[in-house]
């Protein structure tokens, strides 16, 4: 599996960007996924995930009011919609895939993830 993330730049604060993760080389459906964010010296971390089945999602409270999830199975795409960006949103973001153990709902901690994209630097200027 491949995931192929991107869509990431410089966006002035309380600006929107739209994330996009393609995967190749699997099945798509019903696989949970899920957008983690990295910024320089914090440890990576969960921001939204969207589940294989039901298409459930779940965010971290810092994003919930701000950034969304959707995916799109018949292109192999799920998408992270970013909206009122702030500053401590400067991080380099990843996608990732879980294993279908997890289709029910996406995990938020990363070392229940399979698979990761390459990153994409997401840079909001104040």
């Known amino acids: 599996v491949q995931l192929q993330a991107f869509g990431g730049g410089l966006v002035q604060a309380g600006g929107s960007l739209r994330l996009s993760c393609a995967a190749s080389?699997?099945?798509?459906?019903?696989?949970?996924m899920g957008w983690f964010r990295q910024a320089q010296g914090k440890e990576r971390e969960f921001v939204l995930g969207?589940?294989?089945?039901?298409?459930?999602?779940s965010a971290a409270d810092t994003v919930k009011d701000r950034f969304t999830i959707s995916r799109d199975d018949a292109k192999n795409t799920v998408y992270l919609h970013m909206n009122s960006l702030k500053p401590e949103d400067t991080a380099v973001y990843y996608c990732?895939?879980?294993?279908?153990?997890?289709?029910?709902?996406?995990?938020?901690?990363?070392?229940?993830?399979?698979?990761w994209g390459q990153g994409t630097l997401v840079t909001v200027s104040s």
């Open positions: 080389g699997r099945t798509f459906s019903r696989f949970s």
């Open positions: 990732a895939l879980a294993p279908l153990t997890y289709s029910g709902y996406a995990p938020t901690h990363p070392n229940r993830y399979d698979y």
């Open positions: 969207i589940s294989g089945i039901s298409g459930s999602t």
